[in-house]
């Protein structure tokens, strides 16, 4: 099924070990997300990429990189993980940036990382 | 804090009765999203409507935006036990790429 793929979908880490999380999409789309998503709390943005090439810091960036391989994907890293990191990572992607066109987010199933 | 609020944050209702949530802003936006979050599961687009719009429909949601007052409230009619989810308004604000979220509303339909 066409859509946003998410891997792994759970991980455990140690405090100061290293990850990447994964993202793909298959839509074609130019522009892909990085989310966060605490316990009883709404998405906070962490990256975002507006095309292939760039990356810019939405409203959480500390301790983490992106990299926007391709098209296609979108990679988060997360390089000495601590437990305040401890959340639920969602990738979203869209056609273009969505204030110059109405449509909606395509979200990922998510990756649920514990750091211990 | 950027971010949205939603009211209420949980809400039970029984199945065939319309559920109503609230979500209030800060600043100028271009759009209002609302989107639904069944557990453990990513996030599904519902409905967006534009800043120079004041009502939208899509089968039994209604939504309303009023942006002298910078609320939304989206109207589920006729609920169903599978309406059940958490449900989220999110908005791009003023010449922005992004999309920031409200706290979200625990919706329960009872059987």
């Known amino acids: 099924n066409a859509g946003v793929t998410q891997t792994p979908k759970f991980q455990v880490l140690k405090t100061g070990q290293s990850m990447t999380l994964q993202c793909a999409q298959d839509m074609n789309h130019n522009s892909m997300y990085w989310y966060r998503q605490d316990p009883g709390m709404g998405l906070r943005l962490i990256y975002y990429s507006a095309s292939e090439g760039t990356t810019d810091k939405g409203e959480v960036p500390n301790g983490y990189n992106v990299s926007r391989l391709n098209k296609r994907e979108f990679s988060l890293r997360l390089e000495s993980a601590a437990p305040s990191q401890t959340s639920v990572y969602f990738c979203?992607?869209?056609?273009?940036?969505?204030?110059?066109?109405?449509?909606?987010?395509?979200f990922g199933s998510g990756t649920r990382l514990t750091v211990v | 804090s950027q971010q949205g609020e939603e009211d209420p944050q949980a809400l039970s209702i029984q199945e065939g009765e319309n559920a109503t949530m609230n979500c209030s802003y800060k600043?100028?936006?271009?759009?209002l999203q609302w989107y639904r979050q069944n557990s453990g599961r990513g996030l599904v687009h519902l409905i967006l409507?534009?800043?120079?719009?004041r009502e939208k429909h899509s089968g039994r949601l209604r939504v309303t935006l009023d942006t002298s007052k910078k609320s939304s409230s989206l109207l589920i009619t006729a609920s169903r036990a599978a309406d059940t989810a958490s449900y989220f308004c999110a908005f791009i604000l003023d010449s922005s790429y992004k999309l920031i979220f409200g706290s979200g509303t625990r919706l329960l339909v009872r059987p």
């Open positions: 979203a992607s869209t056609p273009g940036l969505s204030w110059r066109v109405d449509y909606g987010y395509t």
């Open positions: 409507i534009r800043s120079n719009e």
């Open positions: 600043t100028s936006i271009n759009n």
